[in-house]
């Protein structure tokens, strides 16, 4: 069978399993971990955050590219979008990155924005959930590591991690990252609902196995988080991708950072405002999030942006 078609034939078979689940009551969340609402941060506005971006500042950040892959375009990207047929783009193998973002703050300690890769993972899929159906269906054996979370979380223990959403690829690198690390997660991203979790929700609940309790952002409807209350990093809400999926803004040493998450995978996905495909979970909703930080990102024309799984 082409394995370009097996991540689209488990979505039409998972949504009419999903359908029938639902109506039987059937649990079809991304996991079955607890979840709490985070004690840190404080909601501010939007001006609030982005006037205080003026000037650099005090936050030391690198980016990390943990493991290289190829996917279905059609997951990556809305080949259905006006601008992807216009472009005359057609379904493929993408190239593709996994990330792990890295930051200290000078008092709260050493973060990781997502999680990388796991050689662990790697090495015994089954171990962590992830049996042959769901390591042939997303291509898992194309997943070459370069480098493992457990290398790159060497040296000062992490304070914390800040998760952009909660699929595989993004908390892959858990199995070699402390149990006691707190998780930082957007809200009602563990609870969420959608077709691929019946799926991955097993390996999404061995991977959080004996972990705290998810700490979900106190986002208000202006949705913006100062996590440590003094305009040095913040969460976005941009749901679409997930229910819960948040971006961050980092305030660094050279200038504002916006970390996209999956909202937007690719290059030509920003540069066009195309949401992904096949693997997002609202094309409109994540469409309206993609536009929003587009318009972020172009009045701080200093911003650096990272995308889910390419660079620009």
Not at 131 to 136: D, P
Request: negative net charge; proline residues 6%.
């Amino acid at each position: 069978m082409n394995k370009l078609s097996l991540p689209r034939l488990l979505l039409l078979a998972g949504t009419l399993l999903a359908v029938i689940l639902l109506a039987m009551n059937w649990d079809t969340r991304q996991t079955g971990h607890p979840s709490q609402p985070a004690s840190l941060g404080k909601p501010v506005s939007m001006a609030a955050m982005e006037a205080s971006l003026a000037s650099p500042g005090n936050i030391a950040f690198t980016m990390q590219v943990s493991a290289d892959w190829q996917v279905p375009l059609s997951g990556l990207l809305n080949l259905n979008s006006d601008e992807a047929k216009a472009a005359g783009l057609v379904d493929k193998d993408e190239p593709i990155e996994v990330y792990l973002y890295e930051f200290t703050h000078p008092t709260h300690g050493r973060f990781f924005i997502d999680t990388g890769v796991a050689k662990a993972l790697l090495d015994n899929p089954a171990d962590y959930g992830v049996g042959s159906l769901l390591h042939s269906a997303f291509g898992f054996e194309n997943l070459k590591l370069r480098r493992s979370s457990g290398e790159l979380a060497a040296g000062a223990p992490l304070a914390g991690i800040l998760l952009t959403h909660l699929h595989l690829d993004h908390i892959s690198g858990l199995p070699e990252l402390a149990k006691d690390i707190p998780i930082y997660t957007g809200t009602q991203e563990a609870h969420s609902h959608g077709v691929l979790n019946l799926f991955t929700r097993n390996a999404a609940d061995t991977l959080l196995a004996g972990r705290p309790a998810l700490n979900e952002w106190r986002f208000d409807e202006r949705g913006v988080i100062d996590i440590f209350g003094d305009a040095s990093v913040f969460a976005l809400k941009v749901p679409g991708h997930t229910e819960g999926s948040s971006a961050y803004v980092l305030n660094t040493r050279n200038g504002p950072v916006l970390i996209v998450g999956d909202t937007c995978h690719t290059a030509w996905g920003w540069q066009h405002g195309v949401e992904p495909g096949d693997f997002t979970q609202n094309q409109p909703l994540n469409r309206q999030s993609l536009l929003a930080l587009k318009a972020l990102s172009e009045r701080q024309p200093q911003m650096q942006v990272y995308l889910g799984h390419q660079r620009l």
